[in-house]
């Protein structure tokens, strides 16, 4: 939380420098009006969280991170550098038992492939604090590397 109130104080700062000797509010990308202080929160609890493992030498469930508050997933993506690897999911699960099969976040799995597959999202995306997230596979063809970003904004 701290974190998060420095990062939105110090980009508060740097709107009114950046806003130059009149103080005019930092404008959009586009120049259609000034970021609101929603947006500016909005844009600092989106986060990726992305990882890269080798799903032939990694057992599934065995990537997984935590988040010291709760957040909600809001979108996965994987690719692969040839080949597949079918049935991609992750689990949420309990702290105390991180090697136990949980609630799956996406409705269904989905294959991950060299162009970087975009499922719908999520089913389960909000995620309690410290819950562990596994990623879940299984069949693996011809891919060495998985690369999973998931996108959450912080609750």
Not at 25 to 45: I, R
Request: charged share 20%; with cysteine; net charge negative.
């Amino acid at each position: 939380m701290r974190q998060s109130l420095k990062r939105i104080a110090l980009c508060l700062l740097c709107a009114v420098l950046l806003g130059g000797a009149t103080g005019d509010p930092v404008k959009e990308g586009d120049g259609s009006g000034a970021l609101t202080t929603a947006e500016v929160e909005a844009e600092l609890k989106t986060q990726v969280q992305s990882f890269t493992i080798d799903p032939t030498v990694a057992a599934t469930g065995e990537a997984q991170f935590r988040w010291a508050t709760p957040i909600t997933i809001t979108a996965i993506r994987c690719d692969t550098d040839a080949g597949t690897v079918a049935g991609v999911n992750f689990e949420e699960r309990a702290p105390t038992t991180p090697n136990t099969a949980g609630t799956d976040v996406l409705a269904s799995d989905f294959t991950a492939d060299t162009d970087q597959q975009v499922p719908t999202c999520c089913d389960n995306g909000p995620i309690d604090a410290y819950d562990p997230v596994a990623l879940t596979y299984g069949t693996v063809t011809t891919a060495t590397i998985l690369r999973c970003y998931v996108t959450f904004t912080i609750d």
